[in-house]
């Protein structure tokens, strides 16, 4: 079985005022820039907390926990 590469995910987290963060997931593209693909629609009061639930959201974009992020498609 022929696996495809695997996706170059990431979860960063924004800054929206004070004690106001939100988690964006972004993705290279084949050209090489950092695209958004999924941004929280909730505020978060620490960073720590926004990074969380990106990571939460993260793992949503792996349908099989065994081969990774790949495009399926």
Same mark, same amino acid.
């Given at each position: 079985?022929?696996?495809?590469?695997?996706?170059? @995910?990431?979860? /960063?987290?924004?800054?929206?005022?004070?004690?106001?963060?939100?988690?964006? @997931?972004?993705?290279?593209?084949? !050209?090489?820039?950092?695209?958004?693909?999924?941004?929280?629609?909730?505020?978060? /009061?620490?960073?720590? %907390? !926004?990074?969380?639930?990106?990571?939460?959201? @993260?793992?949503?974009?792996?349908?099989?926990?065994?081969?990774?992020?790949? %495009?399926?498609?």
């Amino acid at each position: 079985m022929s696996l495809q590469p695997l996706r170059e @995910l990431a979860v /960063t987290v924004r800054e929206h005022g004070p004690v106001s963060y939100y988690w964006v @997931l972004i993705e290279r593209s084949s !050209a090489g820039d950092w695209e958004e693909i999924s941004v929280s629609n909730d505020y978060q /009061t620490s960073w720590v %907390d !926004a990074f969380d639930s990106g990571v939460v959201q @993260l793992y949503k974009q792996v349908p099989n926990e065994l081969i990774g992020p790949r %495009d399926c498609s």
